[in-house]
């Protein structure tokens, strides 16, 4: 059964204070991990897939890597819109179904 | 601009009463999903469809059924609506890149 784990729970940032998120994964066999922001009440929304070990994206002030057992989000010099709950999610060959991770919910304090 | 759209946004209905909950997109995806969510909690898939007439039940196991008759459109119903059925209820699609696509949600509010 695939299982992610996203750490910390919670994480408040001074703006412009970088830092990282983990999600450590196991699955049998990797077809892509997602990383989706969440605003609270809305639906979460798209950021990155990953699809192999040492790939990389980025997109503003974030930053997603790749290995083989978990992802990092790096949130470089980060401002108060940042703030928001990130969640990881991993697809398993043969499957259709992401499974997903708790979340890391970010504050960014201005 | 959405491609996956929910409606309604909020409801807010008494004990007993059928609900229809509407999930509708545009983008020609051949599987979606529903999940509920409770303020601050995790995500739980409740059903899923890998096409027409083509229904599952998630992992979380939930008193609400839904349908599938049409690729663009996936909804959901609760016979009789109770308290413990409160929550956040959003639904998704996915095509070629297998990555969801999520609606704005519906907010499910049981007196």
């Known amino acids: 059964e695939d299982q992610v784990t996203q750490s910390p729970e919670a994480l408040r940032l001074q703006e412009g204070e970088s830092s990282s998120l983990n999600c450590s994964y196991t699955?049998?066999?990797?077809?892509?991990l997602f990383w989706y922001r969440q605003d609270p009440g809305k639906g979460p929304e798209f950021l990155f897939t990953?699809?192999?070990a040492g790939e990389e994206k980025e997109k503003e002030r974030l930053k997603a890597t790749l290995t083989k057992k978990e992802s990092f989000l790096h949130i470089t010099a980060p401002k108060p819109e940042d703030s928001a709950t990130y969640l990881c999610?991993?697809?398993?060959?043969?499957?259709?179904?992401?499974?997903f991770g708790a979340g890391t919910t970010v504050t960014v304090r201005a | 601009e959405a491609d996956i759209y929910q409606t309604p946004r909020y409801l807010v209905i008494g004990t007993g009463k059928k609900i229809t909950l509407e999930c509708s997109q545009t983008?020609?995806?051949?599987?979606m999903y529903w999940y509920q969510q409770d303020p601050g909690m995790e995500l739980h898939l409740i059903h899923y469809?890998?096409?027409?007439?083509?229904?599952e039940k998630g992992d979380l196991s939930s008193e609400s059924t839904v349908s599938r008759i049409r690729t663009e459109h996936f909804p959901l119903t609760l016979e009789s609506a109770r308290p413990s059925h409160t929550s956040q209820y959003l639904c998704?699609?996915?095509?070629?890149?297998?990555?969801?696509?999520f609606g704005s949600g519906t907010r499910l509010t049981v007196v």
């Open positions: 999610a991993v697809l398993d060959w043969g499957d259709y179904k992401l499974s």
């Open positions: 983008m020609g995806h051949d599987k």
């Open positions: 469809s890998y096409g027409v007439n083509s229904t």
């Open positions: 998704a699609s996915t095509g070629q890149n297998y990555g969801y696509t």
């Open positions: 699955v049998s066999g990797l077809r892509g």
């Open positions: 990953l699809y192999s």
